[in-house]
């Protein structure tokens, strides 16, 4: 079968200790039997080593953060499209998920498709409203309350049902784990310094983290889904191993929310497992995690399978993939000459 | 040989890892016009600094929220919020589209009645209505909103007093998700007292009862906020409807309603995570519509928004006095205008940008006003082209609350033009002098020679 | 005035200090002035041929190549 050439824009370049999802993503659509693409990276960071991974990456343009404003971000992206005629694009990054699910008409009008959830989707899993997610959906969520002060410590195990130890978190990005008093202080304004207000304190939910990878159509089925145990964490608290589960409750769990949610996308769910084999719902990133490529070596090539459901080709659910396969995480030094550096600083592009 | 434009030499160090995110083309775009309306013929007239006002940006403005709450609700009506810009022409564009008239005080009430507002299109709102005020808006008919009851057993004993009754609504404060809660005005919902001041109300036989009035908040990100508060002031309708067997006339519901401007911290822009006017509407019309009120009597929606609706219009136009070094190394630049003027520097950061073309290059400059206090700062961080002295700037989406707070503070404050809608430019405020400012004071005998 | 000998300026603009490792942009004529100071041109002979060159008041002119110059010696690129 002759292979369908498209060309694909993908961010999340950064493959360093602390890993983006793009460079697992193209891994998976340069493995495609499918696809025969051209890949264009879009980077932030002069130095997302992806930008240099020139067997993996055709060619890079550098893009305005989203901070910027989605004017700014639409108008490099047109500039692009005018040079590569793009295909499909696949945003991996959490902060740029909302300024290109905005602009997804705007893109499409110019022939560029995209597979992201849609707003409403994007919005009620945040989590300073994960309970009321939990409450809609029928799932088990910790307990957690949005605060504004860290008075509300000195009154907590009084007033509210919150025992020690409890988790605090940002709006966004970084949690805690506080034992006390001062521990959720220190946290909170760690946290409120980073982040602003509001801060989420959580029940500390006692079991097995377990994540699962998953990619619904958008219609309320699961295109595929590989639950992962993290083997070891970095002090960043990043998986630098994992291995694939056969936990069928797990699966069933996934399917059950993509179906009621009806998901558009990539998703993935963290979770605990409780000693009474129970499950709570931590957290859902609204996108493909950096080791997606596990799911691909396991055998659902889910980057592909994105790509086909942007394009409206039609998708079969995977039924299979191995368990007990396990990545491991390693770093290599990329040689670069200063040239290329340079001239990816000064023109944008390389 | 025609001579080349000059540019500052500027050397950048590259920050390995952090991008040029700035030094894409589109950051530093120029603004050459406003509606059509040369900048720098603009300063040339009329001097640096220049307050700019677009009657059209305006005028589309405000056309765009009615058509957002009209194509959704029966009876709709904007007041315009005097304090947010109160200059007389300003407030005459959004009488001749329409608009009433929000007041918080004597002198915005009176001002009102200057630009030719019938008395009974003011709404007078705010804790602060003395006796006098009370009885002036009487007899003029205005619509009176309650915030305390001191004001209300004032205004009982006032109304004894006169031939018609005075026409009220209260204000009332609740829980809408959103923090800070606004409960210093108005009477709280949650707790029954919004229901006893109407109890109060209507026991005294002297008022009319005639509306429900709330202000969730200033620069709300969020629509639903609205929708909560929406559903809790058509509760109270129906429950007055219940008991007393009459429909309360109008719902005020108050502004809040955000700009495109971007708050300070924020991460995403102002323009990318404001709500539309259509997805405000549409959260406030939805839990009218949703309620149990009548529907073949649904109250009149009233809205005052200010912000949102004259921000965007508003262009402050500034030069540049100077560049310097800071002793950390970091660049800075002094500019002719500050925070005396320019009072919203203290909460957004303001999209400034160049006058003239410049080349690709850029650098991060911290942006000083001209005043001799250290908390003249427009912005700490801002990525701008290699301006020089004299060189032309334009700070954008001015137009709410700074030609109100502005401060006669250690210089005079600017002239304001108008560019009406065929282009024209007509001087709205003209530039304070010496004399304006003096004419209020006087010298005791004994100081006169110094 | 001399430009040290671990500095490389590329066309496009680009700096790069062998010695320190730092690179750095610069704008055209931030790199032209460094062009000038390799073949050996005084601070005068440069203000000279740039004023001939572009639309700018000798007082500007004075100040802004003084204070990049100024930088430069600071950042060791001139000596």
């Not at chain 1, 990539?266 to 979770?271: C, I, P, S, T, V």
């Not at chain 2, 006098?132 to 808006?137: P, Q």
């Not at chain 2, 073309?357 to 690709?360: A, H």
């Not at chain 2, 502005?406 to 250690?410: C, G, K, L, P, T």
């Given at each position: 079968m002759?292979?369908?050439?498209?060309?694909v824009g993908v961010?999340?370049?950064?493959n360093?200790?602390?890993?983006?999802?793009g460079?697992?993503?193209?891994?998976?659509?340069?493995?495609?039997?499918f696809f025969?693409v051209?890949?264009?990276g879009l980077?932030?960071?002069?130095?997302?080593?992806?930008?240099?991974?020139h067997d993996l990456v055709?060619k890079?343009?550098?893009i305005p953060?989203?901070?910027?404003g989605?004017?700014a971000?639409?108008?490099r992206?047109e500039y692009?499209?005018?040079?590569?005629?793009?295909?499909l694009?696949?945003?991996?990054f959490?902060?740029?998920?909302?300024?290109f699910?905005?602009a997804?008409?705007r893109?499409?009008?110019?022939?560029?498709h995209?597979?992201?959830?849609?707003?409403?989707?994007?919005?009620?899993?945040?989590k300073?409203?994960?309970?009321?997610?939990?409450?809609?959906?029928?799932?088990?969520?910790p307990?957690s309350?949005?605060?504004?002060t860290?008075?509300y410590?000195?009154?907590m195990?009084d007033?509210d049902?919150?025992?020690?130890?409890v988790?605090?978190?940002g709006k966004?990005y970084?949690?805690?784990?506080?034992h006390?008093?001062e521990?959720a202080?220190?946290?909170?304004h760690?946290i409120?310094?980073?982040?602003g207000?509001p801060?989420?304190?959580?029940?500390?939910?006692r079991?097995?983290e377990?994540?699962v990878?998953?990619l619904g159509d958008?219609e309320?089925n699961?295109i595929?889904?590989?639950p992962?145990?993290?083997?070891?964490?970095?002090?960043?608290?990043?998986a630098?191993?994992?291995?694939?589960?056969?936990?069928?409750n797990?699966l069933?769990?996934?399917?059950?929310?993509i179906k009621?949610?009806k998901?558009?996308g990539?998703?993935?769910?963290?979770?605990i497992k409780t000693?009474?084999?129970e499950?709570y719902?931590?957290?859902?990133?609204?996108?493909l995690p950096?080791w997606?490529?596990?799911a691909?070596?396991?055998g659902?090539n889910?980057?592909e399978?994105?790509a086909?459901?942007a394009l409206?080709?039609e998708v079969?659910p995977f039924?299979?993939?191995?368990v007990?396969?396990?990545?491991?995480?390693?770093?290599y030094?990329?040689?670069v000459n200063l040239?290329?550096?340079e001239?990816?600083?000064?023109?944008s592009?390389? | 040989m025609?001579k080349?434009?000059?540019?500052?030499?500027i050397i950048k160090k590259l920050n390995?890892?952090?991008?040029n995110?700035f030094?894409?083309?589109t950051?530093?775009?120029?603004i050459?016009?406003?509606d059509?309306v040369?900048?720098s013929?603009l300063?040339?007239?009329h001097?640096?600094?220049?307050?700019?006002i677009?009657?059209?940006?305006?005028?589309?403005?405000?056309?765009?929220a009615?058509?957002a709450?009209?194509t959704?609700?029966?009876?709709?009506q904007?007041?315009?919020?005097?304090?947010?810009?109160y200059?007389?022409?300003?407030c005459?564009i959004?009488?001749q589209e329409g608009?009433w008239a929000?007041?918080?005080s004597r002198y915005?009430?009176d001002k009102?009645?200057?630009?030719?507002?019938?008395?009974a299109?003011?709404?007078?709102?705010?804790?602060?209505?003395?006796a006098?005020?009370?009885?002036?808006?009487s007899e003029n008919n205005?619509?009176i909103h309650i915030?305390h009851?001191d004001e209300?057993?004032?205004l009982?004993?006032?109304a004894g007093k006169?031939?018609?009754?005075p026409?009220?609504?209260?204000?009332?404060?609740m829980?809408?998700?959103?923090?800070?809660q606004?409960d210093?005005?108005?009477?709280?919902f949650?707790?029954?007292?919004a229901w006893?001041?109407?109890t109060k109300i209507m026991s005294s036989?002297k008022l009319?009862?005639?509306g429900?009035?709330?202000?969730?908040?200033?620069?709300m990100?969020?629509?639903s906020a609205y929708?909560k508060?929406?559903g809790?002031?058509a509760?109270?309708?129906v429950?007055?409807?219940?008991t007393?067997g009459k429909?309360?006339?109008y719902i005020?519901?108050?502004?809040?309603?955000a700009?495109h401007n971007?708050?300070?911290?924020?991460y995403?822009?102002g323009?990318d995570?404001?709500?539309?006017?259509d997805?405000?509407a549409?959260a406030?019309t939805n839990a009218?519509?949703n309620?149990?009120?009548?529907p073949d009597?649904?109250?009149?929606?009233?809205?005052e928004?200010?912000r949102?609706?004259?921000?965007?219009a508003g262009?402050?136009?500034?030069?540049?006095?100077?560049?310097k070094k800071?002793?950390?190394?970091?660049?800075?630049?002094?500019v002719?205008f500050?925070?005396?003027i320019?009072?919203?520097a203290?909460w957004?950061e303001?999209q400034i940008?160049p006058e003239k073309?410049?080349?690709?290059s850029?650098?991060t400059?911290?942006m000083y006003?001209?005043?001799c206090m250290?908390?003249d700062?427009i912005r700490?961080?801002?990525q701008l082209?290699?301006l020089k002295?004299d060189?032309?700037?334009?700070v954008?989406s001015?137009?709410a609350?700074n030609m109100?707070q502005?401060?006669?503070?250690?210089t005079?404050?600017?002239r304001?033009?108008l560019?009406?809608?065929?282009?024209g430019v007509?001087?709205i405020r003209?530039n304070?002098?010496n004399k304006?400012?003096?004419a209020?004071?006087s010298v005791?005998g004994?100081?006169?020679?110094i | 005035m001399?430009v040290?000998?671990?500095?490389?300026?590329s066309?496009s603009?680009f700096l790069?200090d062998s010695?320190?490792g730092?690179?750095y942009?610069?704008n055209?004529?931030?790199?032209e002035?460094?062009?000038m100071?390799r073949?050996?041109?005084?601070?005068e002979d440069?203000?000279?041929t740039?004023?001939?060159?572009y639309?700018?008041?000798?007082?500007?002119?004075?100040k802004?190549?003084?204070e990049?110059i100024?930088t430069?010696?600071?950042l060791?690129?001139?000596k």
């Open positions: 002759k292979k369908r050439k498209i060309t961010t999340g370049l950064n360093i200790d602390s890993p983006g999802p460079i697992p993503v193209i891994r998976g659509l340069r493995e495609s039997e025969d051209r890949i264009i980077a932030y960071e002069n130095l997302e080593p992806g930008i240099y991974m055709d890079t343009y550098q953060y989203p901070a910027l989605s004017d971000l639409m108008k992206i692009i499209n005018s040079k590569e005629n793009l295909d694009l696949i945003p991996n959490d902060a740029e998920l909302y300024s699910m905005k997804a008409d893109l499409k009008k110019i022939g560029i995209t597979f992201l959830p849609e707003m409403k989707q994007f919005e009620e899993r945040h300073a409203v994960l309970p009321e997610f939990g409450k809609k959906y029928k799932i088990k969520v307990e309350k949005t605060i504004l860290d008075k410590f000195e009154k195990e007033e049902d919150f025992k020690y130890p988790l605090v978190k966004y970084d949690a805690y784990v506080a006390n008093d521990q202080k220190t946290a909170f760690k409120y310094a980073k982040w207000l801060i989420i304190i959580q029940e500390y939910v079991g097995t377990v994540n990878i998953a958008g309320g699961t595929g889904a590989v992962m145990r993290k083997q070891y964490i970095t002090d960043k608290g990043k630098w191993a994992g291995i694939t589960l056969g936990d069928t797990l069933s769990l996934t399917k059950k929310l009621k949610t998901w558009r990539g998703m993935e769910l963290e979770m000693e009474d084999d499950y719902l931590i957290e859902i990133n609204p996108r950096a997606v490529y596990l691909v070596g396991a659902q889910l980057p399978a994105l086909k459901l409206g080709i079969k039924k299979k993939y191995d007990g396969k396990l990545f491991i995480r390693y770093s030094d990329l040689i040239s290329e550096f001239k990816l600083t000064l023109y592009e390389l | 025609k080349l434009p000059f540019e500052r030499p390995v890892g952090i991008s995110k030094g894409l083309k950051e530093l775009e120029p050459t016009h406003i059509n040369s900048v013929e300063i040339k007239e001097g640096s600094p220049l307050f700019v677009s009657e059209s940006t305006v005028r589309r403005t405000v056309q765009e009615r058509r709450f009209e959704r609700y029966p009876k709709v904007f007041a315009w919020s005097y304090k947010t810009n200059l007389d022409a300003v005459r959004f009488h608009s929000e007041v918080v915005e009430y009102a009645l200057s630009n030719g507002v019938e008395g299109k003011i709404i007078f709102n705010g804790p602060d209505k003395t006098e005020d009370l009885k002036i808006a205005s619509l915030d009851f209300l057993y004032t009982i004993e006032i006169l031939k018609k009754k026409r009220v609504a209260i204000r009332v404060n829980d809408t998700g959103v923090h800070p606004w210093r005005f108005g009477f709280n949650e707790n029954g007292e006893e001041a109407i036989g009319e009862f005639v429900l009035h709330t202000h969730i908040g200033t620069f990100l969020t629509a929708e508060a929406a809790k002031l509760s109270l309708a429950d007055f409807k219940k007393y429909n309360v006339s005020d519901m108050g502004g809040g309603f700009s971007t708050l300070k911290g924020a995403l822009t323009k995570t404001a709500p539309s006017f997805e405000y549409e406030i009218l519509t309620s149990k009120l009548d009597n649904m109250p009149l929606l009233i809205l928004t200010g949102a609706l004259i921000d965007e262009y402050l136009l500034g030069t540049v006095i100077a560049n800071l002793s950390d190394g970091r660049h800075s630049t002094i002719n500050g925070v005396n320019l009072f919203t203290f957004y303001h940008n073309e410049y080349s690709q850029s650098e400059t911290v006003g001209p005043l250290n908390i700062q700490d961080s801002i082209p290699p002295k060189d032309n700037i334009i954008s001015v137009g609350y109100t502005w401060m006669q503070f250690i005079l404050r600017p304001v033009v560019i009406d809608v065929s282009g007509h001087v003209k304070e002098t304006d400012i003096t209020l004071e005791p004994h100081l006169a020679k | 001399k040290n000998k671990n500095i490389a300026v066309e603009g790069f010695m320190s730092d690179s942009s610069l055209p004529i931030a790199a002035i460094i062009g100071l073949e050996q041109k005084s601070v440069i203000k000279k740039l004023l001939e060159k639309e700018v008041t000798q007082t500007v002119l004075d802004s190549v003084d990049y100024f430069l010696k600071k060791n690129i001139v």
